[in-house]
């Protein structure tokens, strides 16, 4: 039996489980890592999230992020872990500037802390870099499209217009009408058969949105590995770019997420996409690792 100190955190109800790879001594094994997030994950009979995170070293910049899903699959990149990712490192007083660089799976990504009176991490705004709307780069793979806007599929008994976009992991959005109730829709059902279709050879995460006005929109995410989230962090900046190609939103705009409300925005001088919001501690242990 192992003995390992954590601490859960959550970005509005996206919830992980987050280990200090190096205090922890975790061996840099994939299939251990793996099985380890498949275990302390479990609602029922460990810590319970929608993964784990690990603070690990990085050549590149002052820490490394790796995330492994519910099911133990690794993903490049998670925006609400990344946001309770500086404020963990910096609470903990691991680092003490409030801009820093993480390197993630999908690269080097700038952080910016926002702190209350007692120099405690309040927001975080993360860069996410710029979107890439190019078929190969998630992959999706459709005879005759580098680009997938407005591609329509069929899905059981419906037929939708995906939109495919990465934000250094994959997206595919999908926009409902006025006349949809998308928190009574079937997600489960519809999200994870698109998820698992096979023009996605490394499956998606897939968003159905529903617009609100210029500056809002609603959104419920299926993310690859983990099922229905309270919270995607990437999909609201897939969301966010995505809107902006088809004319819905101009420089900023407000995702609205069962577990709260994301501050979209876009850097005018390089066009990256900028995101804000809350992170949060909910509590620390010792998980005992059989």
């Given at each position: 039996?192992r003995k390992?100190k954590f601490t859960k955190?959550q970005g509005?109800?996206?919830d992980?489980?987050y280990v200090?790879a190096?205090?922890?001594?975790?061996p840099?094994?994939?299939?251990y890592?793996?099985?380890l997030s498949?275990k302390i994950?479990?609602?029922?009979?460990g810590?319970?999230?929608?993964?784990?995170?690990?603070?690990?070293?990085?050549?590149?910049?002052p820490f490394r992020m790796?995330?492994?899903?519910?099911?133990?699959?690794?993903?490049?990149?998670?925006g609400?872990?990344?946001?309770c990712?500086?404020?963990?490192?910096f609470?903990?007083?691991?680092i003490?500037?409030?801009?820093?660089?993480?390197?993630?799976?999908?690269?080097?990504?700038g952080v910016s802390?926002?702190?209350?009176e007692?120099?405690?991490v309040l927001?975080v705004?993360?860069n996410m870099?710029?979107?890439?709307?190019?078929?190969?780069?998630?992959?999706v793979?459709?005879?005759?499209l580098?680009?997938?806007i407005n591609?329509k599929i069929?899905v059981f008994?419906?037929e939708f217009a995906?939109?495919?976009?990465?934000i250094?992991n994959?997206?595919?959005i999908?926009?409902?009408d006025?006349?949809?109730?998308l928190?009574?829709?079937d997600?489960?059902k519809?999200?994870?058969?698109?998820?698992?279709l096979s023009?996605?050879?490394?499956?998606?995460n897939?968003?159905f949105?529903?617009?609100?006005?210029?500056?809002?929109?609603f959104q419920?995410?299926?993310e690859?590995?983990?099922?229905?989230?309270?919270?995607?962090?990437?999909?609201a900046?897939a969301?966010?770019?995505?809107?902006?190609k088809?004319g819905?939103?101009k420089?900023?705009?407000?995702?609205?997420?069962?577990?709260?409300d994301l501050?979209?925005?876009?850097?005018p001088?390089t066009g990256e996409?900028?995101?804000k919001?809350t992170?949060e501690f909910?509590f620390?242990?010792?998980?005992?690792?059989h």
């Amino acid at each position: 039996m192992r003995k390992i100190k954590f601490t859960k955190m959550q970005g509005i109800g996206n919830d992980y489980v987050y280990v200090d790879a190096v205090a922890e001594n975790l061996p840099d094994d994939t299939e251990y890592l793996a099985e380890l997030s498949r275990k302390i994950s479990d609602r029922h009979f460990g810590v319970g999230g929608d993964g784990m995170i690990l603070i690990a070293k990085s050549d590149l910049a002052p820490f490394r992020m790796r995330i492994f899903n519910l099911d133990g699959s690794e993903a490049q990149m998670c925006g609400n872990g990344l946001r309770c990712f500086a404020k963990y490192v910096f609470d903990k007083g691991m680092i003490d500037t409030s801009e820093f660089s993480v390197e993630t799976g999908a690269g080097l990504l700038g952080v910016s802390l926002y702190l209350d009176e007692n120099d405690k991490v309040l927001e975080v705004q993360i860069n996410m870099g710029k979107p890439d709307f190019s078929a190969s780069s998630l992959p999706v793979k459709i005879d005759g499209l580098d680009t997938v806007i407005n591609h329509k599929i069929q899905v059981f008994d419906r037929e939708f217009a995906i939109n495919c976009v990465s934000i250094g992991n994959p997206h595919c959005i999908v926009y409902l009408d006025e006349s949809e109730d998308l928190k009574a829709f079937d997600l489960t059902k519809y999200g994870k058969a698109i998820q698992e279709l096979s023009i996605f050879p490394e499956k998606t995460n897939v968003e159905f949105v529903k617009i609100m006005s210029e500056t809002e929109v609603f959104q419920r995410t299926w993310e690859r590995g983990s099922g229905e989230t309270l919270a995607c962090g990437t999909g609201a900046s897939a969301v966010f770019a995505m809107s902006r190609k088809l004319g819905y939103f101009k420089d900023s705009a407000t995702i609205q997420l069962l577990g709260g409300d994301l501050k979209m925005s876009v850097s005018p001088e390089t066009g990256e996409i900028l995101k804000k919001g809350t992170a949060e501690f909910v509590f620390t242990g010792t998980y005992f690792y059989h």
